[in-house]
Antibody, heavy 121, light 106 residues
Framework: DVQLVESGGGLVQPGSSLRLSCEASGFTFDDYAMHWVRQAPGKGLEWVSGMTWVSKVIGYADSVKGRFTISRDNAGNSLYLQMNGLSPGDTALYYC??????????????WGHGTMVTVSS | FEMTQPPSLSVSPGQTASITCSAE??????VSWFQQRPGQSPLLLIYQDSKRPAGIPERFSGSNSVNTATLLISATQAVDEADYYCQTWDANSHWVFGGGTKLTVL
């Protein structure tokens, strides 16, 4: 079974940094594009960033550009999101998502359970 | 690039629910649909406008034309009560979600 397990969330103060991790199993990780999607409490879904199978950055949402960095370790079956300069507006449940294929425009298929990030003083 | 969904929709059990997603020239792009039940992660229902992943019931179908994509849920059941999101890929905005539609079955 495909599994995506996120970790690294927590309660941090404004201006802090966090690194989210997503450990993947049950599929050939380096055959698929991967994404981060977030959902603020009681709100809708927002795409954050994505990366193709060959570690090409698909892009970043305007709201996180310049502050967040996506990366992946294909040998370790892991996806990461380095988040700097966090603000209360970044408070959300962050999901790791496996695409249906390798490239940027392939549909989002399997979602993890998410890791919660709370930014508050 | 923005996509507009109705915030809410009510349907009676056994009826067909029609959830729309609108944007200029949306018919020229592929649209996906997700279901999110309370407290759960989103589930892919439809991709490339009308394709169903393995395990998704035939009750769920999709279409996309001109400026509107539509998710149809036939023979609606109480278990279908959830939030539904459309999504598309735009070369400039990358991945974009609609605002979501809360479906109530009553």
């Amino acid at each position: 079974d495909v599994q995506l397990v996120e970790s690294g969330g927590g309660l941090v103060q404004p201006g802090s940094s966090l690194r989210l991790s997503c450990e993947a199993s049950g599929f050939t990780f380096d055959d698929y594009a991967m994404h981060w999607v977030r959902q603020a409490p009681g709100k809708g879904l927002e795409w954050v960033s994505g990366m193709t199978w060959v570690s090409k950055v698909i892009g970043y949402a305007d709201s996180v550009k310049g502050r967040f960095t996506i990366s992946r370790d294909n040998a370790g079956n892991s996806l990461y999101l380095q988040m700097n300069g966090l603000s209360p507006g970044d408070t959300a449940l962050y999901y790791c998502v496996k695409a249906l294929g390798a490239t940027e425009s392939r549909a989002f298929h399997v979602w993890g359970h998410g890791t919660m990030v709370t930014v508050s003083s | 690039f923005e996509m507009t969904q109705p915030p809410s929709l009510s349907v009676s059990p056994g009826q067909t629910a029609s959830i729309t997603c609108s944007a200029e020239n949306l018919g020229e792009k592929y649209v996906s649909w997700f279901q999110q039940r309370p407290g759960q992660s989103p589930l892919l229902l439809i991709y490339q406008d009308s394709k169903r992943p393995a395990g998704i019931p035939e009750r769920f179908s999709g279409s996309n034309s001109v400026n509107t994509a539509t998710l149809l849920i036939s023979a609606t059941q109480a278990v279908d009560e959830a939030d539904y999101y459309c999504q598309t890929w735009d070369a400039n905005s990358h991945w974009v979600f609609g605002g979501g539609t809360k479906l109530t079955v009553l």
